[in-house]
């Protein structure tokens, strides 16, 4: 099916540890972006991508970081894991011109002990 | 800096009664989106509305959007159990790729 493909749904860490959340989408849009939900505070941009090769900070992106090698793939990292990274992370997808919106993935649940 | 606010934060109803969330934002933007996210789920769009004066409605929800105030409103006509979820408004600015989000109004539709 057609949409956007986020791995791990679940995933727990030690403090320090490194892991790659990855995301991927089938529908060749150009924009591509990463969020995380935490309670009561919506959801925050951490990077961004307008294409293949272009990646750029959001609103929260001290100790995350991003390539976008491909259309189809933007890889969020996570180098070196605290426990106010536990959150869910949700990528995010749309064409250009964003006439049905923004596509989300199921998300990834993040906890760091 | 873009900033989406919403309210109510939190709405409890009866079903059969008629409620309005508001969203507020303070830049410039022709584009507004609504999603609706289910406990432990991602986000479901919902609405997507384009251009000063857009006018969406599916089933019990309609949404407006005023470019000019700045302001969207999600409708809810004749509340039902099933519409019990937390509502989301966004915004992307007219060159779009990312959304800013409002902190979401978590509905409950009590019987």
């Known amino acids: 099916n057609a949409g956007v493909t986020q791995t791990p749904k679940f995933q727990v860490l030690k403090t320090g540890q490194s892991m790659t959340l990855q995301c991927a989408q089938d529908?060749?849009?150009?924009?591509m972006s990463w969020y995380r939900q935490d309670p009561g505070m919506g959801l925050r941009l951490i990077h961004y991508?307008?294409?293949?090769?272009?990646?750029d900070q959001g609103e929260v992106p001290n100790g995350y970081n991003v390539s976008r090698s491909t259309t189809e793939d933007f890889p969020l990292r996570l180098l070196s894991a605290a426990p106010s990274q536990t959150s869910v992370y949700f990528c995010a997808s749309s064409p250009v011109d964003r006439v049905r919106g923004y596509t989300f993935g199921s998300g990834t649940r993040l906890t760091v002990v | 800096e873009l900033k989406v606010e919403q309210n109510p934060l939190f709405l409890s109803m009866q079903e059969g009664k008629n409620y309005t969330i508001y969203c507020n934002y303070s830049t410039t933007s022709d584009r507004l989106y609504w999603y609706r996210q289910d406990p432990g789920k991602s986000l479901e769009s919902l609405f997507v509305?384009?251009?000063?004066?857009a006018v969406k409605q599916e089933g019990r929800l309609m949404a407006s959007l005023d470019t000019k105030a700045r302001l969207s409103t999600l409708h809810i006509t004749a509340a039902v159990h099933d519409l019990s979820a937390t509502y989301f408004c966004?915004?992307?600015?007219?060159?779009?790729?990312?959304?800013?989000f409002g902190e979401g109004t978590q509905l409950t539709v009590n019987p």
């Open positions: 991508s307008v294409g293949a090769g272009i990646t």
């Open positions: 529908m060749n849009h150009e924009y």
């Open positions: 509305l384009l251009s000063n004066g």
């Open positions: 966004a915004v992307d600015l007219t060159s779009g790729s990312r959304l800013t």
